[in-house]
C-alpha cells in the first residue's frame, strides 16, 4: 500500500510539474517608420539557435507562443520589405511572458529610393532544378520567350520554337506552375504569345518529384512572370520595336491592406520570311521519279493577351484567390511553290501553287484558390480550382496553276476546334520537424475536344465549291486523370537528404467519329516512383542523384485525325489511337562555388519504351504523308558542363556545353538511328557604369537525328547596348541579331523504304531591336506566396509547321 501511495505521489507531482512547465510568451510588432502593426509576419521562437516553435502575427500584429518550457530563449521575426529583427535572452520562468512592442524597419520606402547591393547571378543550381533570372539578362529585351529559352543550357530552340530539353521535345512548358491550354495546342505558338520582357525567370526540372504530375519524359520548364508584390500602386510600360516583332505592354499592380489586384497585357505583331528548295525522290517498282519543290514562304501573325489577379488574405491563417487570363491570336502563311515531277529525263507533272494557311485562336482560363495555413510553420492545406476553354480554327486555302499562270484547281477547307479542360486539387503540407516534410494530395483533370473538319473544291478554275463528304469528320474526344501523390523529404545538414515519393494516376478515355469510324475507349493506370538524394560537401560543394519514370500521353496536337492537305504533295495528321510513352531517368549532378565562379556537370540517361514519332511514307504516287505512331523506342545519354565567373567586377561570362548520344530503334519498322549531339552557349554581360551595360550571347545546335534522319545544324548570335534614364525608372536599348548574317541556313534530311529526301532551308534572321521601359509607383512589404494549379501531365504540341 506505501508503494502504491507512494507512486501515486510521485505522478502527481510529476503531472503538476509538467504542467507548471506550460508558458506563454506573447508580444507585439510595429512598423517602426509608420507606426502600424504588421500583419502575416514570421515570428520564430529560438533556442541553442534551433526553432522550437514558428506562429505568424494576427491582423493586429499580435503573436503568441503557447506551452513553453523553461529555459532561456530568443524571438526572430521576419517579413518581406522589413530588416529582420533578434530579442535575444528572454528567460521563462514560472510565469507568462509579455515581450512588448518590437519594431521592425522597413528596406525600402518609394522606388527612387531603392538601392540594389546584390545582383542574382544569371544562372542559379538549386536541390532539384536549374534557375534562368531572365530579368538579369538585357539580351532578351523586345523578344518573346523563345528567345529566353535559347539562352538555358540543355535546352534547345530551332527557328520555328519548337523546344527540346535534352535532345527531346517531350516536356512540360507551364506558365507560373499552371498550364495554359494554348501552351497544350501548340508550345511554339503559346511561346511567341509571351513577351520576353514580363519573365522574370524559369525553372528547368530535369528529376521532378511526384508531387508534379508525371507528365514530361524530358522535364518540365517552368516560366515564372514578373509580379510586383509589394503594396501601394506600381507598374511599367514597355513598347517594343523591331524588324521582325513589335511588343508593346503594361502591367499594374495595387495592394491595400488585405487585397492585392494586379493586371498586365500586350499585344504583338510578327512577321518572318524564308525560302526552301525541296527535293525528293521515290521509287514506284522499278522506276525512279523525283521532285522538285522550291518555295517561298511569307509568315506574319498577331497575338493579344490580358490577365488580371485578385488576392485577399482574409486573416493570418487564411487566403483567398481568384484569376482570369485571355488570350487570343492569329498567325498566317503564304506559300509561293512551282512543282516538277520527272522520270526518265521528261517530265510527267509541273503546276505552280498559291497557298495560306491560317490558325486563329481565343481562350480564357479561370482559377480560383483557398489556402489554410496553420500555426506551425510551412503546414498548409491548399484547394486549387481551375476551368479552361479556347476556340480554334485552323483554315487553308489553295489555287493550282499552269504554266500560263491559269488557275485550273480550288480547294479550301476548315477545322473548328474546341478545347475545354477543368481541374481540382488539394494538397497537404505537414513539416514533421525541422528537417523533415510529409506531403500528400490528390488531383483531377477532365479534358473534352472537339474537332469538326470540312474539305471542299472547284474544277476549272471556277468558285463554286463543291463539299468532299468522304474526307470531312467529326472528332470528339473526352479524358478524364486522377491522380494521387506523397511524398517524404528530409534535409539534415551535413548529411544525406532524400527526396522520396510516389505518385499514382488512373486515365480513361473515350472517343467517338461521326463518319462511321468504330468509337474506342481505353482506362490504364501508372504507378510512378521518384528519389532523389542530395548532399552539400565542404567548400561549397553539391551533389544530387536522382531516379524518376514519367509519363507521356499524347496530346491534341497528336491526336487530331484531320489531315491538313493543303500542300497536295506533303500532308500531315494526327493519330487518335496513340498510347502514353513510359520513360525511365536518371541524373547525376555536381555544383561548385568558388568566390566568383560557379561551376555545373549533371550526367543523365534517359530511355522512353513505346515513344511517339513522327513517320513519313510515300505513296506511289509521290505524297509524303506524316502522322503520329507508337514505334520507337528513343534513349539518350550524356552530360551538360555550365560555368559564371567574373573575370573582374564588371565583367561577367556565362557557357554551356550539352553533349549527349541519341539512339532511335524500332523494331517494327526495322530502323534504328543514332549519332552524337551537342549545344553550345555563350553570354556575356560587361557594366560600363553610370547606367550603361552591354551584352553579346550566341549558341551553336548540333544536327539532330530522328528516325528517318537528321535536322540540320544552325547557330544564332545578338548584341544589345542599354542605357538607364530617368532617374534608373526608364531603360533605352538598341538590340541587332545576327549582324553578320541575312539569313540561318540548315537542311533537313529523311529516309524511308521508297524514298531519299532533302530540305534547303533559308530564314531572313539579321535585324534590329528598339527595347523601351518606364517603371512607376512606390514600394512597401508585400503578401504572401500563394499556390497555383499546374497541369503538367501532356504532350503538347511542337508547332504547326
Not at 10 to 22: P, R, V, Y
Not at 130 to 146: L, V
Not at 549 to 556: A, D, E, K, N, S
Request: aromatic fraction near 10%; glycine fraction near 8%; proline fraction near 2%.
Amino acid at each position: 500500500m506505501r508503494k502504491f501511495l507512494c507512486t501515486i505521489a510521485a505522478l502527481t507531482a510529476t503531472i503538476c510539474f509538467a504542467f507548471a512547465q506550460q508558458i506563454k510568451i506573447s508580444g507585439l510588432l510595429l512598423d517602426s517608420a509608420a507606426a502600424k502593426p504588421i500583419e502575416f509576419a514570421t515570428v520564430a521562437l529560438l533556442k541553442n539557435g534551433k526553432i522550437i516553435q514558428g506562429v505568424n502575427s494576427d491582423s493586429k500584429g499580435r503573436f503568441v507562443f503557447s506551452k513553453v518550457e523553461k529555459g532561456e530563449y530568443a524571438i526572430q521575426a521576419s517579413l518581406m520589405g522589413y530588416v529582420s529583427k533578434t530579442v535575444e535572452k528572454i528567460t521563462a520562468n514560472d510565469e507568462d511572458i509579455e515581450t512588448g512592442i518590437i519594431k521592425l524597419a522597413p528596406t525600402v520606402r518609394n522606388l527612387s529610393e531603392v538601392t540594389v547591393t546584390e545582383q542574382k547571378a544569371l544562372f542559379e543550381e538549386k536541390a532539384d532544378r536549374m534557375i534562368y533570372n531572365a530579368e538579369k539578362d538585357i539580351s532578351i529585351k523586345g523578344g518573346d520567350a523563345t528567345d529566353v529559352l535559347k539562352k538555358i543550357p540543355s535546352v534547345s530552340v530551332d527557328i520555328e520554337g519548337n523546344v527540346q530539353l535534352r535532345g527531346s521535345s517531350n516536356i512540360k512548358v507551364l506558365i507560373n506552375n499552371k498550364p495554359s491550354s494554348i501552351v497544350a495546342r501548340s508550345i511554339s505558338d503559346a511561346l511567341k504569345q509571351i513577351p520576353a520582357d514580363i519573365i522574370k525567370q524559369v525553372e528547368v526540372i530535369t528529376s521532378p518529384s511526384a508531387k508534379y504530375d508525371a507528365e514530361g519524359t524530358a522535364g518540365i520548364i517552368n516560366i515564372i512572370t514578373k509580379k510586383n508584390t509589394l503594396r501601394g500602386t506600381s507598374g511599367s510600360v514597355s513598347p517594343n520595336l523591331g524588324q521582325w516583332n513589335n511588343w508593346q505592354n503594361a502591367t499594374i499592380n495595387h495592394r491595400m491592406k488585405a487585397i492585392n489586384v494586379s493586371a498586365n497585357g500586350g499585344f504583338n505583331d510578327w512577321k518572318n520570311k524564308r525560302v526552301m528548295q525541296l527535293g525528293r525522290s521515290f521509287t514506284n517498282g522499278d522506276t525512279l521519279t523525283n521532285q522538285d519543290q522550291p518555295q517561298g514562304i511569307t509568315g506574319k501573325g498577331k497575338n493579344f493577351y490580358g490577365t488580371i489577379n485578385v488576392d485577399w488574405d482574409v486573416d493570418s491563417l487564411n487566403r483567398i484567390g481568384a484569376g482570369f487570363n485571355y488570350y487570343n491570336g492569329i498567325n498566317t502563311n503564304n506559300f509561293d511553290i512551282e512543282f516538277t515531277e520527272s522520270s526518265l529525263g521528261t517530265v510527267r507533272q509541273y503546276f505552280q501553287r498559291d497557298m495560306s494557311r491560317t490558325y486563329d485562336w481565343a481562350g480564357a482560363t479561370v482559377n480560383l484558390d483557398y489556402t489554410r495555413l496553420f500555426k506551425k510553420p510551412k503546414k498548409e492545406i491548399a484547394l486549387l480550382m481551375m476551368y479552361s476553354f479556347e476556340g480554334e480554327d485552323s483554315n487553308y486555302w489553295s489555287n493550282l496553276r499552269n504554266r500560263e499562270s491559269t488557275v485550273y484547281y480550288r480547294e479550301k477547307s476548315y477545322n473548328i476546334s474546341n478545347n475545354k479542360e477543368g481541374t481540382i486539387q488539394l494538397d497537404f503540407t505537414n513539416p514533421l520537424d525541422s528537417i523533415s516534410t510529409l506531403e500528400v494530395g490528390s488531383k483531377t483533370i477532365f479534358r473534352q475536344i472537339l474537332s469538326d473538319y470540312r474539305i471542299s473544291s472547284a474544277l476549272d478554275g471556277s468558285t463554286d465549291f463543291r463539299d468532299l463528304p468522304e474526307l470531312a469528320n467529326i472528332f470528339d474526344y473526352a479524358q478524364q486523370v486522377t491522380s494521387a501523390y506523397v511524398v517524404y523529404t528530409r534535409t539534415p545538414e551535413k548529411r544525406w537528404g532524400i527526396n522520396l515519393g510516389a505518385r499514382y494516376e488512373h486515365t480513361f478515355i473515350q472517343a467517338d467519329f461521326l463518319n462511321g469510324t468504330a468509337s474506342f475507349s481505353n482506362n490504364y493506370g501508372n504507378l510512378i516512383p521518384s528519389v532523389s538524394l542530395s548532399r552539400s560537401i565542404k567548400k561549397d560543394q553539391q551533389l544530387r542523384l536522382s531516379y524518376t519514370q514519367r509519363i507521356q500521353r499524347p496530346q491534341f496536337f497528336y491526336l487530331n485525325p484531320y489531315v491538313n492537305q493543303a500542300d497536295s504533295k506533303n500532308q500531315y495528321g494526327g493519330n487518335p489511337y496513340l498510347k502514353p510513352e513510359l520513360t525511365h531517368s536518371i541524373e547525376a549532378n555536381y555544383s561548385v562555388s568558388v568566390k566568383q565562379t560557379s561551376f555545373n556537370a549533371s550526367f543523365f540517361l534517359r530511355q522512353t519504351n513505346n515513344a511517339i514519332e513522327g513517320i513519313n511514307t510515300v505513296d506511289t504516287s509521290g505524297v509524303l504523308t506524316q502522322t503520329f505512331q507508337n514505334v520507337a523506342q528513343n534513349s539518350a545519354y550524356g552530360l551538360n558542363l555550365s560555368a559564371n565567373t567574373k573575370i573582374i567586377k564588371q565583367w561577367s561570362v556565362n557557357g554551356s556545353v550539352n553533349v549527349f548520344y541519341n539512339v532511335l530503334e524500332s523494331e517494327e519498322l526495322k530502323t534504328r538511328n543514332a549519332d552524337w549531339m551537342y549545344r553550345i552557349n555563350l553570354n556575356s554581360s560587361i557594366d560600363f557604369g553610370k547606367g550603361i551595360k552591354a551584352q553579346l550571347f550566341g549558341f551553336y545546335n548540333s544536327a539532330r537525328v530522328n528516325l528517318q534522319g537528321k535536322y540540320g545544324a544552325f547557330g544564332f548570335y545578338n548584341m544589345v547596348l542599354q542605357k538607364e534614364v530617368l532617374k534608373k525608372k526608364g531603360t533605352i536599348g538598341l538590340g541587332y541579331d545576327n549582324p553578320f548574317n541575312r539569313r540561318i541556313k540548315w537542311r533537313n534530311d529523311f529516309v524511308g523504304p521508297n524514298f531519299v529526301q532533302t530540305q534547303d532551308v533559308a530564314m531572313y534572321r539579321r535585324g534590329w531591336r528598339i527595347n523601351l521601359k518606364y517603371e512607376f509607383g512606390k514600394m512597401n512589404s508585400g503578401p504572401r506566396q500563394k499556390k497555383r494549379i499546374s497541369n503538367d501531365d501532356k504532350k503538347g504540341g511542337e508547332g504547326n509547321n
